[in-house]
């Protein structure tokens, strides 16, 4: 009898090993495949942003096993660990590398990328840099440069000046959700109010009231764009009609009337035809604005915005801006004003 005892209590006690083994393993986190094979892997955090074309490409995978930084069409996909962990190897004089993978998608169905690869040796940056025209093609860095500083800005950009450039260089690195929590609504704003205009009536272009705007040529040719994503040549070539630049122009403004736009052409309108002869022509550069603010007093919503610097995000001297709309009980609205106004 006791015998058996003894015999049914070792059984029991091995059973509870074996349970209690089995359970520790179960426990016990296990690392997938790809991060066995890449200590630094690069997490995307923003996948709704990825489409098929460049999740499928050979340049979207090879940054997924690097330490990169995933940029498409200017906007940060990625988190900021990888930034995080290279400078700090770069402020300890350590080793370290950062990837920079700017994605492009043209409306011509074309692509590009762009790499600002950054290797630290002893705390000594290199930077390389390549860029192709498709993203099925492959990356060279065949062009290295020294990099004297390097840092990360509160506007989330990467800032570094290199031999590579006499100015100050960078690139948004870290996603605008995650500089600021009210970020859906800025770029609500932005899009609703200052997109349609913003090359051509805001920033440094101060006006009262519409009345003192002039360029409705160029303003016809941002809103016909922004309306119809394309811009008027498609559909009027070089002669552009007066009444349907009236109409259009008078959606976003008030007291805007057929002969204020046909003395805008400067001698290009031909009464006859009742058209405006214009081939374009206007050229320059990027022209960034970032909505910081907005309150509604009314029926009246301003919205505070800077124009900053494109290659670092910082904002410019004296270059903060409120636009004021009217808005309407069917959703419309009406531009009022922009005008400067302090720094906050």
């Known amino acids: 009898m006791w015998f058996k005892m003894k015999q049914w209590i070792a059984l029991a006690l091995a059973i509870a090993l074996v349970g209690g083994l089995t359970a520790c393993k179960e426990a016990t986190p296990q690392k997938n495949s790809s991060q066995a094979e890449n200590p630094n892997p690069t997490v995307v955090i923003y996948e709704e942003s990825v489409d098929q074309a460049l999740a499928d490409s050979p340049l979207y995978q090879?940054?997924?096993?690097?330490?990169?930084?995933?940029?498409?069409?200017?906007v940060p996909l990625t988190?900021?660990?990888?930034?995080?962990?290279f400078l700090k190897a770069v402020e300890e004089k350590g080793d370290g590398e950062l990837y920079l993978y700017s994605f492009n998608a043209y409306d011509d169905g074309?692509?590009?990328c762009f790499l600002n690869h950054f290797v630290c040796q002893g705390g000594t940056v290199t930077q390389l840099q390549d860029r192709v025209e498709n993203w099925n093609d492959s990356l060279s860095e065949e062009n290295s440069y020294p990099v004297n500083s390097i840092s990360l800005n509160q506007y989330g950009y990467l800032v570094y000046e290199a031999e590579s450039s006499s100015e100050i260089m960078g690139t948004q690195v870290i996603n605008d959700h995650a500089l600021y929590e009210d970020a859906d609504q800025r770029q609500e704003m932005w899009e609703t109010y200052l997109r349609p205009i913003f090359y051509t009536a805001l920033g440094?272009?101060?006006?009262?009231?519409?009345?003192e705007l002039t360029s409705w040529i160029w303003l016809f040719e941002d809103l016909y764009n922004y309306e119809?994503?394309?811009?008027?040549?498609?559909?009027?070539?070089?002669?552009?009609?007066?009444g349907e630049m009236t109409a259009l122009l008078s959606k976003y403004f008030d007291g805007v009337t057929a002969q204020m736009v046909?003395?805008?052409a400067k001698g290009a309108y031909d009464a006859a035809t009742?058209?405006?002869?214009?081939?374009?022509?206007?050229?320059?550069?990027p022209f960034c604005l970032r909505v910081t603010g907005w309150h509604q007093d009314g029926d009246q919503l301003a919205i505070e915005y800077e124009h900053y610097d494109y290659a670092t995000g910082v904002p410019y001297e004296d270059a903060f801006y409120t636009v004021t709309v009217r808005?309407?009980?069917?959703?419309s609205f009406r531009y009022l004003s922009n005008q400067p106004r302090a720094a906050a």
């Open 62 to 74: 090879q940054a997924l096993a690097q330490p990169s930084v995933i940029i498409y069409n200017e």
């Open 79 to 85: 988190d900021s660990e990888v930034v995080d962990r």
């Open 110 to 112: 074309t692509s590009s």
């Open 204 to 211: 440094n272009q101060q006006w009262s009231s519409p009345a």
């Open 228 to 242: 119809n994503g394309t811009d008027p040549w498609s559909q009027y070539g070089s002669d552009w009609p007066v």
């Open 262 to 264: 046909a003395e805008s």
């Open 274 to 285: 009742d058209t405006i002869h214009y081939e374009g022509g206007r050229g320059g550069g």
């Open 327 to 331: 808005t309407l009980e069917d959703g």
